[in-house]
C-alpha cells in the first residue's frame, strides 16, 4: 500500500502530525523557494516564447523597391484577394498596439510601485538588491512595448524601415489603431 492508509480509514496520528507539520513549516522545496523559482522560469519562458512567436497566417510578404508592402503581390503569391491581405494587415496592426500599450501600461505600473516602495521604506542592502535586480525585466518590457510600436508604425505606414527611421519620421511614438 502506498498511500499509507486505506481510503475509509483515519491516519493515524504520527502521519496526521507531519501533514501539519508541512502546512505549517513547509517542505524542504518551499523552504528554498523552489515552486517560486519554477513559477518564474515558467513566466520568463511564456514571455520570451510570445516575443519569439513566428507569423503563421502570412509567412512570406512582397516588397517594392523602396521597402513598401506590396499588397498585390502578397496576395497574388498566397491566392488570396488583396482585401485579406489588407484585413490580416489590420488585425496584425491591432495585436501590434494591444501588445505595445500592455508592456508599456506593465513597465509604468512596476515602475510606479518600485518607487513607492523605495521612497516609503528605508534603504538597505536587499533594497538595493531589489533596484539592480528590477532593471533588466524594465529593460525587457521597455523594449517589447518599443517593438511593438515600431511594428506598428510599420504596418501603419506599409513599409518596412529601420527603428532609427521610426525615431526621426514618426510623428508620435505610441501605436494606433487601424
Wanted: proline share 4%; glycine share 8%; with cysteine.
Amino acid at each position: 500500500m502506498t498511500g499509507g492508509h486505506e481510503p475509509g480509514s483515519r491516519p493515524g496520528f504520527f502521519r496526521r502530525m507531519s501533514d501539519a507539520g508541512r502546512v505549517i513549516f513547509g517542505t524542504p522545496r518551499q523552504a528554498i523557494g523552489w515552486e517560486s523559482i519554477e513559477q518564474n522560469a515558467r513566466l520568463i519562458d511564456s514571455l520570451w516564447q510570445a516575443v519569439n512567436r513566428k507569423s503563421r497566417n502570412l509567412s512570406e510578404v512582397r516588397f517594392h523597391q523602396g521597402g513598401r508592402i506590396d499588397v498585390l503581390g502578397t496576395a497574388a503569391l498566397h491566392r488570396v484577394p488583396p482585401g485579406a491581405v489588407l484585413a490580416l494587415l489590420a488585425i496584425r496592426q491591432r495585436d501590434t498596439y494591444r501588445r505595445a500599450y500592455g508592456a508599456g501600461l506593465l513597465v509604468c505600473f512596476l515602475m510606479t510601485a518600485w518607487i513607492i516602495e523605495m521612497v516609503a521604506f528605508t534603504w538597505t542592502g536587499s533594497r538595493w538588491l531589489a533596484a539592480v535586480e528590477f532593471l533588466p525585466f524594465w529593460s525587457l518590457l521597455t523594449l517589447v512595448a518599443f517593438r511593438n510600436a515600431w511594428l506598428n508604425w510599420q504596418l501603419r505606414e506599409r513599409r518596412i524601415a529601420s527603428w532609427r527611421n521610426f525615431l526621426d519620421e514618426s510623428d508620435t511614438l505610441f501605436p494606433r489603431l487601424p
